[in-house]
């Protein structure tokens, strides 16, 4: 019995060393691997949102077919998670990084910090307060977008009649930029009366109550303006469900929701931002610059917007649209 | 658990002797909800009409639904915080079951169920949710607050995996499935009132009997005062906790169904922070935190003071930020009252004894 214990015990050390010898090979290897296939880490706020996660696939779709490992990771918006992943990057020994950034201010020190580490970073979809830390800022152009998306809402409502805005998430620099550029225009038709404007974070369950609550009080309004395509389709559901479902719905960001909403016929405009092709940019010039030491652009780069109505719909794509 | 000698530990609370005092203090929630309805109706002509009201408590149900389950939770003097994932989660379920249905892969076969079976199976994940969090409580011995929190986490990235993160939009189904009319739920209503404020009055008024009439509800009302007593006097503990947490999740979920219908989209995010507005109901109910104590109406009054605070500010077009000041002072001066008026009868059975 004592003997057959022993030879068991025997087997188990020789099964042992099998894996441990294999982890030992892995361990040494492991360098040669990495540096075959340079990393690229992909540091998004949520891929919840269809947006981010358009941006998150093109620019990891773009890095494989440039031949780079990739590593998406999730911030949610938390300046101190994102921190943590940045370590993770450096400890990874990231080539370089694709930031969708948690806080214009509360993301420098994440950025400055893989600048030291060696690895450069390239900013897409929102800036940060600080010049010369990253290596690019793709931004699209929010000021034009919403110009844009306001002339659209002006051309709907035939220059005059009651409105409402709805406002995105008051901390966040893009509601307050879209909202600039909506009410830079919209002002100047006198005929054109904001009769509400609120914020709903965003959020399409939040857009859904207040429009509801909004037309108790405005119930002849022609028109509703979004700070996003979230807040639309809520409000839109809203407006449907009170038998108003011909009220002028403009959204921004250019989502499939809403394109699908537009070829339906009810939300009759977005404003696209072109979130593919700046998450590509983006790791174009990484990869530029990973082999010449040169990104070959200027560090700030803003790209314009384009308009989605039921006249280009049908060329439309997951956050892209073909002329 | 330590309870107080004054802490009344019997369910329907039979106060001898009521002063006046202690029953303003009672009827706190009502006056503080007459006051705000009375200053939205000055303040705003769009307010106090029979459309806004209506609006006002639809809104109010999705809030107070998820509050009855949580006012049960609560008198067991146990706290859910999985509440607003499960209103992710169901939502997901049903938009899942409507655009795509449920594929059984040994099978071959794509399942379209009609809209009453998604109702019933989303709900009954809703249970499962409560159960898994009961089993994770009771058998498991894991703190409420903590064992919630972890399903927090669990069902919402359920929710996010079941579409990998996109919403399911256009729920009208489709006829050649029969599956349509999801929409109705959210958007139609029966007598001139909405389907929505009927699913509420059903869902308090069930709940309402069963904390205070049943046997069911006793123990409910034993376990919370004090949990070893109700032991030793023969109550199956494990079981009534076990309940209560299934009751929740099922509550939950008729609130994510109903987000669902009325957006005509199922959203993975949906319900996010839900549960901190149904605790915020519960308490300004006067639903004590330690167990115990509270009734099912007055959850519904606290979510209905909470609706009427969000429709007012809105209407008043008040700032956002401010909107959050003035939610939580309310709360706070709740919970203050509150501690008042335990004081208060404190002192009372004191001068009487």
């Known amino acids: ?323 | 658990m330590h309870i107080p000698a004054a802490a009344p530990v019997s369910a329907p609370v039979k106060p001898s002797g009521l002063s006046l005092g202690v029953l303003l203090f009672r009827l706190r929630a009502l006056i503080a909800l007459c006051v705000l309805t009375g200053i939205f109706s000055v303040l705003s002509p769009s307010f106090f009409t029979q459309q806004n009201l209506i609006i006002l408590v639809g809104q109010t149900a999705i809030n107070a639904i998820m509050a009855v389950g949580m006012t049960f939770v609560i008198l067991t003097g146990g706290i859910d915080l999985s509440v607003g994932s499960t209103v992710g989660l169901a939502a997901m379920a049903s938009g899942l079951l409507i655009n795509r249905g449920l594929p059984l892969p040994p099978l071959g076969v794509i399942v379209y169920f009609n809209v009453p079976v998604i109702i019933t199976l989303s709900l009954a994940l809703g249970l499962l949710v409560g159960a898994f969090n009961g089993l994770l409580i009771t058998r498991f011995n894991v703190a409420p607050f903590i064992a919630t929190l972890g399903t927090l986490y669990v069902a919402r990235g359920t929710a996010q995996l079941s579409n990998n993160g996109a919403t399911f939009p256009n729920l009208v189904g489709t006829r050649e499935l029969g599956n349509t009319g999801f929409p109705i739920l959210g958007a139609g209503s029966v007598l001139g009132i909405p389907i929505v404020i009927w699913i509420m009055v059903l869902f308090a008024a069930v709940a309402a009997f069963v904390a205070g009439k049943t046997p069911f509800g006793r123990q409910v009302y034993a376990v919370g005062g004090n949990e070893r007593a109700a032991e030793l006097s023969g109550i199956y503990v494990t079981r009534i906790k076990m309940t209560v947490y299934m009751i929740c999740g099922l509550c939950a979920a008729m609130t994510g169904l109903i987000t669902a219908s009325q957006l005509v989209a199922a959203h993975p995010g949906v319900g996010e922070s839900y549960e901190l507005n149904a605790i915020a109901a519960v308490v300004l109910g006067g639903t004590s935190l330690a167990g115990g104590r509270g009734t099912i109406w007055g959850t519904i009054i606290g979510a209905l003071v909470i609706g009427v605070l969000t429709n007012g500010l809105v209407l008043l077009g008040v700032q956002e930020f401010w909107k959050k000041v003035i939610t939580g002072l309310v709360i706070i001066l709740a919970v203050v009252l509150d501690q008042l008026q335990e004081r208060l009868q404190q002192r009372l059975a004191l001068r009487r004894a």
């Open chain 1, 1 to 323: 019995m004592a003997k057959h214990t022993l030879s068991t015990r025997k087997l188990f050390l020789r099964l042992l060393t099998v894996p441990a010898l294999l982890l030992a090979a892995g361990i040494m290897l492991q360098p040669a691997l990495a540096q075959q296939k340079k990393l690229i880490a992909i540091v998004v706020p949520s891929p919840e949102n269809p947006f981010f996660k358009a941006l998150a696939d093109a620019a990891e779709a773009k890095a494989k077919s440039l031949g780079y490992e990739t590593l998406v990771l999730v911030h949610n918006d938390d300046p101190v998670k994102q921190d943590q992943l940045f370590d993770t990057a450096i400890a990874r020994k990231a080539a370089a990084i694709i930031l969708d950034n948690a806080g214009a201010d509360a993301s420098i020190a994440a950025v400055t910090k893989a600048k030291t580490a060696g690895i450069p970073s390239f900013l897409v979809d929102r800036e940060i307060n600080a010049t010369g830390v990253a290596m690019a800022q793709l931004v699209s152009n929010n000021y034009q977008g919403a110009t844009l998306g306001a002339e659209e809402f002006v051309r709907l409502m035939g220059e005059e009649g009651d409105y409402v805005e709805l406002i995105g998430k008051e901390t966040d620099t893009n509601a307050g930029i879209r909202s600039k550029g909506y009410n830079d225009t919209l002002s100047q038709y006198p005929k054109l009366k904001k009769v509400a404007a609120q914020s709903a974070n965003w959020n399409q369950a939040e857009a859904f109550q207040k429009t509801q609550t909004i037309i108790q009080q405005f119930p002849n309004i022609k028109g509703l303006i979004s700070g996003n395509d979230t807040m639309a389709l809520g409000a839109y559901a809203a407006l449907k469900a009170a038998g108003k479902g011909n009220v002028i719905v403009v959204g921004f960001d250019g989502s499939p929701d809403v394109a699908e909403s537009i070829k339906a016929g009810e939300i009759r405009a977005t404003v696209l931002q072109p979130v593919v092709r700046l998450s590509e940019l983006a790791v174009e010039q990484a990869d530029q610059y990973l082999k010449t030491g040169k990104t070959g652009s200027e560090e700030k780069q803003t790209i314009d917007c384009v308009l989605v109505n039921p006249d280009n719909v049908k060329g439309y794509a997951a956050f892209s649209v073909k002329e």
